[in-house]
């Protein structure tokens, strides 16, 4: 990230609601230890596609900058491939939808595609203690949309309820502190919160002021001087 602006209130908010949901997975794992399997060395969620909210982007990006240089690059290579093989299945699925595939079926379909990771390394995550919301509920019973799904690794048995963590609400809570951000930092697209990209792309695109929106500081000057100026406001109250 090449930003030079602090994001660490917005990060510190999603690092706190990170902590919430590692203590759903946790207590759910303490009370179904046989079904949950998750475990060292279990790579399923690593091979998952699926989206992140702009707040996740922003963090995991800043995350992979301070990583070693040569790693780095590494990292970069994958995602590059990742990302390609990314968009061919999303271009498929979007083309799906364009012929009135239901929703369900298409969440259904996403679920069965695999990507790697580009952050698996030697069957290890680089960046596990940041790693997004999706990867830190995977092994659990979860709500998407009107269905409960689970990774096939688990224990846990079809037909039998169990408790399921609604993703729809928690993707809201970070839609909603992207929102917070994306005012925090001025930026002057008012849809970038809505925006979501996959891992491979949080990783491979540069966040410039340019990228966000934001304005530069000769921008922000002249902004607050106009606003600030009595005359103009005259002006501007006299043509109303």
């Not at 230890?33 to 279990?42: A, P």
């Not at 990006?61 to 995602?79: H, P, S, T």
């Not at 409960?148 to 688990?154: E, F, K, L, Q």
Request: with cysteine.
């Amino acid at each position: 990230m090449s930003v030079n602006i602090d994001m660490s209130p917005y990060f510190s908010k999603y690092e706190q609601l990170m902590q919430i949901v590692d203590n759903i997975f946790n207590k759910m794992k303490k009370d179904f230890n046989n079904e949950v399997n998750c475990d060292n060395g279990c790579t399923d969620c690593c091979y998952a596609l699926f989206d992140l909210t702009l707040v996740e982007a922003l963090y995991l990006n800043q995350k992979f900058q301070e990583l070693d240089q040569d790693l780095k690059y590494r990292i970069l290579v994958e995602a590059d491939k990742t990302d390609r093989k990314t968009y061919k299945i999303k271009k498929k699925l979007f083309k799906s939808q364009q012929q009135g595939a239901p929703e369900d079926e298409l969440l259904k379909t996403a679920a069965t595609e695999k990507v790697r990771c580009p952050l698996l390394d030697s069957d290890k995550c680089v960046l596990y203690p940041h790693r997004p919301l999706t990867c830190r509920l995977y092994g659990l019973p979860l709500k998407v949309g009107d269905a409960a799904v689970t990774c096939s690794m688990s224990g846990f048995e079809p037909g039998v309820q169990y408790p399921t963590v609604s993703m729809q609400k928690l993707h809201i809570q970070l839609v909603n502190l992207s929102h917070e951000l994306s005012l925090g930092i001025r930026s002057r697209y008012p849809e970038l919160y809505t925006v979501l990209v996959p891992v491979s792309m949080a990783l491979l695109t540069e966040y410039s002021h340019e990228y966000l929106g934001i304005p530069t500081r000769e921008q922000q000057e002249d902004l607050e001087g106009k606003q600030e100026d009595p005359s103009r406001q005259w002006v501007l109250g006299n043509k109303e």
